[in-house]
């Protein structure tokens, strides 16, 4: 067929078309509410307080705490309940907040939390019940929803207990997630939806149109190494699980291995280091798990180191991956939007050793020069070519930043 366009014609439609597949290939994947852009960063009550120590006092105490001790400034934002805000439901399928734990009330908190500069999450489930066996959403999606909007909730974190034998993971979260979206449409109020089935339906295949995070392993247990029978995963067994579906991380839709353990006691100091440098290279999101209010030193420099958070909120939003194994020595990178690099030498033995970072297992040539920064000594290190080499604590890391 002879070529009617003219030139300029063609250049047109060149451009048109080439705009219309880059417009449209980047909305096409991943939930467009337009939230979490970058990992979304807080803090949870489950896995210091869990249902026993939840009440209104500690989400106050955790909020003022935020905002006093400069986790605000570096990033945090959501004050999220999680299991056992809620008891039962009215006669009208209202969901009833726990009264005794919160006299308040949930808007009254959520006015608190706003007030500070901050954001509100809360806790639902798929199924009938929670996992604490407090009212799960089924059947109450479109309620639920509309009442967390009309509370002012920013968060919603939805778990998989007590569902249907044989209940569809996807269609259940999908139908959450246009509740959200219509209670957003009626009150003009956005909300985060994290999905929490643990990763047992492989939701990075389908949830991110879904969900801005979904969780991708069993529930964290704070321990380094240690692997429980029914799912639950120190920190290395967690890595290990995240390393192979890193592509399906981006802005907007997040893998999740989980809440923080920094600070809860079953790790060491170099431990709990490592968990958070390697949570922030997973592009994780960062949701502190501790008693901050009441936090020791350590666990509060670990959790303010600024230079590793802008690892995690890097806005390119790749998920880093594990670039070499050599036994129980690993390197893992990140690339980042500057074209460096966020490298962790790892040492997963039980005594300190010599950990490499080649250029080339990086993705740079040998010879290119790269400024090399550590991020926990907060120390330039130089313009090194080839390589970096450094001796690493038994289950530590150093953690670089390597530009060209
Ligand atoms: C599940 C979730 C946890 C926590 C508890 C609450 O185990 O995976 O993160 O929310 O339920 O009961």
Known sequence: MPNTFSRPQRLVTL???????????????????????????????????????????V????ADTIVANGMKDAGYQYVNLDDCWQTSRDADGNIVVDA???????????????????????????????????????????????????????YLKEDWCSTLPNQNAESSYTLM??????????????ILFSLCEWGSHQPWLWAGPVGNTWRSTGDIQD???????????????????LDPIYSYAGP?????????EVGNGGMSTEEDRSHFSLWALLAAPLLSGNDIAHMSADTRSILL???????????????????????????WSKQLADGGRAVILLNRSKASAKVSANWADIGFPDTLQASVRDLWAAKDLGKLSGSYSATVPSHGVVMLRVKP
């Open 15 to 57: 451009f048109s078309t080439l705009f219309i597949l880059l417009c449209c290939a980047s909305a096409a994947y991943g939930l467009d509410n337009g939230l979490a852009r970058t990992p979304p960063m807080g803090w949870n009550s489950w896995n210091k307080f869990a249902c026993e120590g939840l009440n209104e006092k």
């Open 305 to 331: 180191n600024k230079e590793v958070i802008a690892i995690d909120q890097d806005p390119m939003g790749i998920q880093g991956h594990r670039v070499k194994k050599d036994g129980d020595l690993e390197v």
């Open 177 to 190: 997630r246009d509740a959200l979206a219509d209670a957003t449409k009626k009150t003009g109020h956005p």
């Open 223 to 241: 321990c380094w190494d240690c692997k429980k029978d029914w799912g639950g995963n120190g920190v290395t067994a967690i890595i290990d699980l």
């Open 252 to 260: 907007g839709h997040w893998n999740d291995p989980d809440m923080l």
């Open 100 to 154: 005794a734990k919160f006299p308040t009330g949930i808007k009254a908190l959520a006015d608190y939390i706003h007030s500070k500069g901050l954001k509100m999450g809360i806790y639902s489930d798929a199924g009938m019940l929670t996992c604490a066996k407090r009212p799960g959403s089924i059947g109450h999606e479109y309620q639920d929803a509309l009442q967390y909007a009309k509370w002012g909730i920013d």
């Open 59 to 62: 989400v106050r105490e955790t």
